[in-house]
């Protein structure tokens, strides 16, 4: 069964830039786009936006543009969600999801990755 | 952005209990709503797809209802790996939103 397998924890400081990375673990993503879903501590989810990997397209929340970059890899096996100028509220579990077209859900899932962001 | 408003925020319940969570879209989302269970420390999992569709291998005592504006998921007859956060999600207009979750408890 295709999962979703995410890189690890990451600590970083206010300012900097972390890229979480998301491999589909049969090296074939089964749906068209991945999503991305963060988690603050205790609270509820929020999107973030997606990634169509086989044309390089894009779409972040416009809470997110200008600080957001989602990339994939050139075998279209990996994507990568790059997030900027970190700051304390950012501290959470990113999620890469993905988006099944014909039911319109979230059938599968990363395991997630945490960010910590402290000084 | 479509406000996704689920109550209750917890219910305590017991073994066997029949158990109903509630989902408000702040607009008409026609049947595009899913819903998630989430285990501390896991991701969340796909129950119910297109307001009343059972995900492929999700037991049978789970159910959805609704459309346009007003949701519920029903657990027939509560098991203890049911004890987890549910979330409700639309995907009628991006962006896609979640409701806050509601913890079932023991």
């Known amino acids: 069964q295709v999962q979703l397998v995410q890189s690890g924890a990451e600590v970083k400081k206010p300012g900097a830039s972390v890229k979480v990375s998301c491999k589909a673990s049969?090296?074939?993503?089964?749906?068209?786009?991945i999503h991305w879903v963060r988690q603050a501590p205790g609270q509820g989810l929020e999107w973030m936006g997606w990634?169509?990997?086989?044309?390089?397209?894009?779409k972040p929340v416009q809470k997110f543009q200008g600080r957001v970059t989602m990339t994939r890899d050139t075998s279209i096996t990996t994507v990568y969600m790059e997030l900027s100028r970190l700051t304390s509220d950012d501290t959470a579990v990113y999620f890469c999801?993905?988006?099944?077209?014909?039911?319109?859900?979230?059938?599968?899932w990363g395991q997630g990755t945490l960010v910590t962001v402290s000084s | 952005d479509i406000q996704m408003t689920q109550s209750p925020s917890s219910v305590s319940a017991s073994v066997g209990d029949r158990v109903t969570i509630t989902c408000r879209a702040s607009?008409?989302?026609?049947?595009?709503l899913a819903w998630y269970q989430q285990k501390p420390g896991g991701a969340p999992k796909l129950l119910i797809y297109?307001?009343?569709s059972l995900q492929r291998g999700v037991p049978s005592r789970f159910s959805g209802s609704g459309s346009g504006t007003d949701f519920t998921l029903s657990i027939s007859s509560l098991q203890p790996e049911d004890f987890a956060t549910y979330f409700c999600?639309?995907?009628?207009?991006?962006?896609?939103?979640f409701g806050q979750g509601t913890k079932v408890e023991i």
């Open positions: 999801a993905n988006f099944d077209s014909h039911i319109y859900a979230f059938d599968l």
């Open positions: 049969g090296d074939t993503f089964t749906g068209d786009y």
């Open positions: 990634i169509h990997p086989k044309s390089g397209g894009t």
């Open positions: 607009q008409d989302i026609s049947s595009w």
């Open positions: 297109a307001a009343s």
């Open positions: 999600q639309q995907a009628d207009t991006s962006p896609w939103t």
